[in-house]
């Protein structure tokens, strides 16, 4: 029986997962790889990340997103796995957001944080 959860997510893009992974001073690795659960049990990922305790967090692609896949019994993270998830797509949508309107001639001119975790841009195009 396997102990691995799998949590579904609007991620689709790895470049801006692994941005928004970086962003957060998580370390990960890309290349596709096993990775370690309960009594050496493995799943495959696109995206691993190696925890202390010798059990991973990943994602995996799944034919449309990339699911986050974990032992949550050996979870071992700064943050819960909402917490994580939370930040991880806030992050995600960042990148998303600059890589889309970068591919459309928008620069961004300023960034502010917002008391309530939001963050506002502020995109210009210059046009001929």
Known sequence: MSHFSQIKTQLRNLPCLQAALTDL???WKSESQAIRGY???TRNAELA???PNGYD???SWNGSEYELV???QYWQQDWSVDG???RVTQRYAYHTVLN???QKGFQLTEQRQNGDGSISLVLQ???A
Request: glycine content about 12%; proline content about 0%; overall charge negative.
């Open 125 to 127: 195009r210059w046009s």
């Open 70 to 72: 974990a032992d949550l």
């Open 84 to 86: 994580f998830l939370s």
């Open 25 to 27: 001073g998580i370390d």
């Open 57 to 59: 967090i990943g994602f």
């Open 39 to 41: 009594r050496g049990q």
């Open 49 to 51: 990340i190696e925890q």
């Open 100 to 102: 889309e309107t970068a």
